[in-house]
């Protein structure tokens, strides 16, 4: 059975916490503690902004996908931080 748009957002929200908790805490993150320096904190947050951006480019045309780039639920807690994501590794 295919997920439905919220499903997958709700799923997503995973990695907004990740990447806001790294961004709030740096290495104090509980998230980070498996890194073993800025360079893998970094690949950490990457892996969260890609996963995001990928979860938001789902348009329906592939398996069982939902149609969340076309979808008119609200993405901003998702875009904003892939925003914070990238500004985050840029100044690390």
Do not use: F, W
């Amino acid at each position: 059975m295919a997920q439905t748009v919220a499903e997958c957002l709700t799923a997503a929200t995973d990695s907004v916490t990740v990447i806001t908790d790294i961004n709030t805490n740096g290495s104090s993150s509980s998230h980070a503690a498996t890194c073993a320096n800025q360079a893998a904190i970094n690949e950490l947050v990457q892996r969260n902004v890609d996963h995001l951006t990928a979860i938001l480019a789902y348009d329906g045309t592939i398996g069982n996908q939902p149609d969340i780039a076309g979808a008119s639920d609200d993405k901003s807690s998702y875009t904003g931080a892939i925003t914070t994501g990238t500004d985050y590794i840029a100044a690390n």
